[in-house]
């Protein structure tokens, strides 16, 4: 804007009146024609390359029509005594320092004293942009004296009366104020060139701090890039599968983490610019802190990877935006750690399980439930071990007790079907199922089977097959199904067992054991497994 303002690019000052500025903008393009570029008594040496042809005639265009001739008039100097002239003469001599010190001197609280606050914030902006090496001063002092311009209750009606005295297109003055609401956008958008210039997010956020605006520019060249950037990254993330028992292999990983760092440099972008707080940037931080917080918790699902998880939990936990997420992710955290205690905690018990000493892991939880009876939490995950450790054992012991009845080693059996039960009926309360109904089922179908002869196997078969199907439906894959299915099981050949004892007869007994073969250990394991 600077660099090309239209007085600049046809050499004016700007109180020129549009019969020389349409002389003027023919004159250069008429040298243009024979490969000249002409200069002007108000050139400056801050800036190359401006007076192009386009340029001329978007100047002449800019300056004929009223809303923009404004924005033009307004980001140009203006040479009122001779102050301001000599001021002016020192920038053509590239003496910057001393221009500075002249508008600095005449830059008191008077009215008159306005328009030099304003040139010399102009010519700060100007050395900003056109400078390699940036002055930190120069972007402070300038965007302090824009602040006080701006904010200074008597500056606007003296530019209104400064302005009708250039003007010579009738201006209204709603045009004037329009221009005055949007003047922080327009001044937004030198300052975010400024900053992409010298490739420093943070002179932006100089700026952002003080006037609270981002304008266009930024927008355009910044924003929405590192916006479209961080939507992507976290696209990507969720697309990201990882499924139980396939290896956590690398490409995963560094799918994962190409997405975390076009996400954190989308960020740190942002917080360079200082607009990390912004209501759309909060809102996106927690998009991005949600989406990382699903990597982890299919990660840890999967693979029960407390360290990769907890690492990304802590980048999830930075990047979020509200206390509701942040809260949330603090709770992950915790739930992780307190998983990975029990986990160290569980370790031994877990190989004496491997082992099939599945009395002696119960017994240390019934040791360790004493030594912490005060403490609900470790109750609760000593129970839940219980619970799986029970629904282990009484599955192992099943399976031996088929052995010993398929072995026609029916005492044996008898008594480890029993075991099994009380093992099961004394620890219902760990299992959620409702005892009363589960009673009232197994001893239909100890009934059924005791009285084979009256009901039936095909009829104690269809009433197993109707309790299964209803618990799957009912548990699905929790360890409730299982439990049960073996509670029904033990009950049955019980039953079966007793009816046996009934029937002595060879024809029955064979017809008995053939079908309970046919319905056991095969059906059984099957239905576990499911």
């Keep these: 804007m600077l660099s090309k303002n239209a007085f600049h690019v046809l050499g004016l000052e700007s109180s020129a009146q549009q019969k020389v500025i349409q002389v003027r903008g023919k004159e250069i393009l008429n040298f243009m024609k024979i490969d000249e570029v002409p200069s002007y008594e108000f050139d400056l040496p801050l800036f190359e390359g401006y007076r192009t042809e386009s340029n001329v005639k978007q100047a002449m265009n800019n300056l004929a029509n009223p809303k923009k001739k404004v924005t033009e008039w307004f980001f140009w100097f203006h040479i009122l005594d001779d102050k301001?002239?000599?001021?002016?003469?020192?920038?053509?001599?590239?003496?910057?320092?001393?221009?500075?010190?002249?508008?600095?001197?005449?830059?008191?609280?008077?009215?008159?004293?306005?328009?030099?606050?304003?040139n010399l914030a102009l010519l700060l902006c100007m050395l900003l942009l056109s400078q390699q090496k940036m002055k930190k001063k120069h972007l402070t002092e300038s965007v302090q004296y824009w602040h006080e311009l701006l904010n200074e209750e008597k500056f606007w009606p003296y530019i209104k009366k400064l302005y009708k005295v250039d003007d010579d297109l009738q201006t209204n003055e709603s045009v004037i104020d329009d221009f005055k609401d949007n003047v922080k956008t327009?001044?937004?958008?030198i300052y975010a060139v400024i900053s992409q210039k010298h490739k420093d997010d943070s002179m932006f956020s100089e700026f952002a701090?003080?006037?609270?605006?981002?304008?266009?520019?930024?927008?355009?060249?910044?924003?929405?890039?590192?916006?479209?950037?961080?939507?992507?990254?976290?696209?990507?993330?969720?697309?990201?599968?990882?499924?139980?028992?396939?290896?956590?292999d690398d490409e995963i990983m560094k799918s994962v983490k190409h997405s975390l760092t076009k996400i954190q440099d989308g960020f740190n972008k942002l917080i360079?610019?200082?607009?990390?707080?912004?209501?759309?940037?909060?809102?996106?931080?927690?998009?991005?802190?949600?989406?990382?917080?699903?990597?982890?918790?299919?990660?840890?699902?999967?693979?029960?990877?407390?360290?990769?998880?907890?690492?990304l939990l802590n980048i999830a936990l930075k990047i979020s935006g509200t206390s509701g997420l942040k809260h949330r992710i603090e709770k992950d955290l915790r739930t992780l750690q307190e998983n990975k205690d029990e986990d160290e905690m569980f370790k031994p018990l877990v190989a004496l399980i491997e082992k099939g000493k599945y009395e002696e892991v119960l017994q240390w939880i019934e040791a360790e439930k004493v030594k912490n009876e005060d403490n609900e939490e470790k109750i609760q995950s000593l129970n839940e071990f219980k619970k799986h450790t029970i629904s282990g054992y009484a599955v192992r012991k099943y399976e031996m007790a088929m052995k010993d009845f398929n072995a026609q080693r029916y005492d044996a059996a008898e008594g480890k079907f029993e075991d099994i039960t009380l093992l099961l009926e004394q620890n219902a309360?760990?299992?959620?199922?409702?005892?009363?109904?589960?009673?009232?089922?197994?001893?239909?179908?100890?009934?059924f089977s005791s009285q084979m002869d009256t009901f039936g196997a095909e009829q104690v078969d269809k009433y197993r097959e109707q309790f299964i199907e209803n618990i799957k439906d009912k548990f699905g894959d929790h360890v409730e199904t299982g439990v049960l299915i073996v509670l029904f099981d033990c009950?049955?050949?019980?039953?079966?067992?007793?009816?046996?004892?009934?029937?002595?007869?060879?024809?029955?007994?064979n017809q008995v054991i053939g079908w309970a073969v046919f319905i056991g250990f095969g059906l059984i394991v099957a239905a576990l497994s499911n």
Excluded: C
């Design 272 to 311: 360079d610019l200082g607009l990390n707080e912004e209501g759309n940037t909060l809102v996106l931080r927690d998009k991005a802190a949600s989406a990382i917080r699903t990597i982890v918790l299919r990660i840890y699902s999967a693979h029960r990877d407390t360290d990769k998880s907890k690492a």
């Design 491 to 509: 009950h049955m050949y019980l039953g079966l067992l007793k009816f046996r004892s009934r029937k002595r007869s060879e024809n029955i007994k």
């Design 209 to 248: 701090e003080v006037f609270k605006e981002r304008g266009k520019q930024l927008e355009r060249g910044v924003l929405d890039p590192a916006f479209e950037g961080i939507h992507q990254a976290i696209d990507t993330m969720e697309s990201i599968e990882i499924k139980e028992g396939e290896a956590l």
């Design 84 to 118: 301001d002239e000599a001021a002016y003469k020192a920038i053509h001599e590239k003496k910057y320092e001393d221009a500075i010190s002249i508008w600095e001197k005449g830059a008191d609280k008077s009215q008159k004293s306005f328009t030099k606050k304003q």
């Design 429 to 447: 309360d760990l299992f959620n199922y409702n005892k009363e109904v589960v009673d009232e089922m197994l001893r239909t179908v100890k009934t």
């Design 186 to 189: 327009e001044l937004a958008d």
